[in-house]
């Protein structure tokens, strides 16, 4: 049996054929061995050991462990020498499989395109692309994170909105914004500059940011951003033959606006996926 792991920093989903979980996100850049066993010990098993395996009604974490022949874990920060922390756990936690750690860019393009050749794009909290052909990675503009890069990503997003509700077009939407998410802006201030984890704090707005796509400046502001990405991070490749995919929330929540995007660029867009778990399952199945 084939186990898949689609993992964020903030979450991660794991897939059978027969069963199911969602547990919290694992970046080997960020978290210790510990911190990773102990997730995929006190939070993976007991979910997937409730699944209907087979037929049984009972069954042990060692029964399930022992089912699994395969493991494909595709993640955020699944980089050499980091990723190794990930494959000594799966190697500890299912005994019986072969072990496979890929970065969660390779993860989109086997998600996307299968073993075509594609741009796949990921637009999360984070943003990323790539160049693929044959089920591998071709070329890569490298990210460069929210500071230096990620386009059209979450954090970024995030970081225009307040910069323009504090100072530019959109400050009458600041007192909404207080309200809602019940925040001064010396909050905002200590969130972005002095507290951990800033790209998730600057994310987590997005869902104000589609709440008021319908105000003109604000659509303009996120079809802007999204043609930055375009412009930086797809149209290098020289490909504007081949149509371009995307999978992450950001993607899944302002398609519309990517479209713009990619038409202002001369761009066909392609195939847009939430959550790319289920299309890695079956990429791997077909590879059996």
Same mark, same amino acid.
Request: proline share 5%; net charge negative.
């Given at each position: /049996?084939?186990?898949?792991?689609? +993992?964020?920093?903030?979450?991660?989903?794991?897939?059978?054929?027969?069963?199911?979980?969602?547990?919290?996100?694992?970046?080997?850049?960020?978290?210790?061995?510990?911190?990773?066993?102990?997730?995929?010990?006190?939070?993976?098993?007991?979910?997937?050991?409730?699944?209907?395996? !087979?037929?049984?009604?009972?069954?042990?974490?060692?029964?399930?462990?022992?089912?699994?022949?395969?493991?494909? =874990?595709?993640?955020?920060?699944?980089?050499?020498?980091?990723?190794? +922390?990930?494959?000594?756990? &799966?190697?500890?936690? =299912?005994?019986? @499989?072969?072990? !496979?750690?890929?970065?969660?860019? &390779?993860?989109?393009?086997?998600?996307?395109?299968?073993?075509?050749?594609?741009?796949?794009?990921?637009?999360?909290?984070?943003?990323?692309?790539?160049?693929?052909?044959?089920?591998?990675?071709?070329?890569?503009?490298?990210?460069?994170?929210?500071?230096?890069?990620?386009?059209?990503?979450?954090?970024?997003?995030?970081? &225009? &909105?307040? +910069?323009?509700?504090?100072?530019?077009?959109?400050?009458?939407?600041?007192?909404?914004?207080?309200?809602?998410?019940? /925040?001064? /802006?010396?909050?905002?201030?200590?969130?972005?500059?002095?507290?951990?984890?800033?790209?998730?704090?600057? @994310? +987590?707005?997005?869902?104000?940011?589609?709440?008021?796509?319908?105000?003109?400046?604000?659509?303009?502001?996120?079809?802007?951003?999204?043609?930055?990405?375009?412009?930086?991070? #797809?149209?290098?490749?020289?490909?504007?033959?081949?149509?371009?995919?995307?999978?992450?929330?950001?993607?899944?929540?302002?398609?519309?606006?990517?479209?713009?995007?990619?038409?202002?660029?001369?761009?066909?867009?392609?195939? #847009?996926?939430?959550?790319?778990?289920?299309?890695?399952?079956?990429?791997?199945?077909?590879?059996?």
């Amino acid at each position: /049996m084939i186990l898949i792991a689609d +993992s964020g920093s903030t979450k991660t989903e794991w897939i059978t054929s027969e069963a199911t979980a969602t547990t919290r996100g694992i970046n080997p850049v960020r978290d210790t061995k510990e911190n990773i066993q102990m997730v995929i010990g006190t939070e993976v098993m007991p979910q997937l050991c409730s699944g209907d395996w !087979h037929g049984t009604d009972e069954h042990t974490p060692n029964d399930t462990a022992h089912q699994i022949t395969q493991v494909h =874990f595709y993640g955020a920060g699944c980089i050499r020498p980091f990723s190794q +922390s990930v494959s000594d756990v &799966l190697g500890q936690t =299912f005994p019986s @499989a072969s072990i !496979h750690v890929y970065s969660d860019l &390779l993860g989109a393009a086997r998600a996307l395109c299968g073993n075509e050749e594609g741009i796949a794009c990921i637009l999360g909290t984070g943003s990323n692309s790539c160049l693929c052909n044959h089920g591998e990675i071709i070329r890569n503009i490298s990210p460069l994170g929210y500071i230096l890069g990620d386009e059209g990503s979450g954090a970024v997003l995030g970081r &225009l &909105l307040l +910069s323009e509700m504090a100072k530019g077009t959109m400050q009458e939407l600041w007192p909404v914004f207080s309200r809602q998410y019940n /925040m001064t /802006m010396p909050d905002v201030i200590s969130k972005v500059y002095r507290q951990t984890q800033a790209n998730r704090f600057l @994310a +987590s707005i997005t869902p104000f940011i589609k709440e008021h796509i319908h105000l003109p400046h604000v659509r303009h502001m996120v079809t802007t951003e999204f043609t930055r990405f375009l412009q930086r991070n #797809v149209l290098p490749y020289g490909r504007t033959d081949l149509p371009v995919n995307f999978v992450g929330g950001i993607a899944n929540h302002f398609t519309d606006e990517i479209r713009t995007a990619c038409g202002l660029c001369g761009l066909e867009m392609g195939k #847009v996926i939430a959550k790319p778990a289920k299309n890695m399952l079956k990429y791997h199945i077909h590879a059996v």
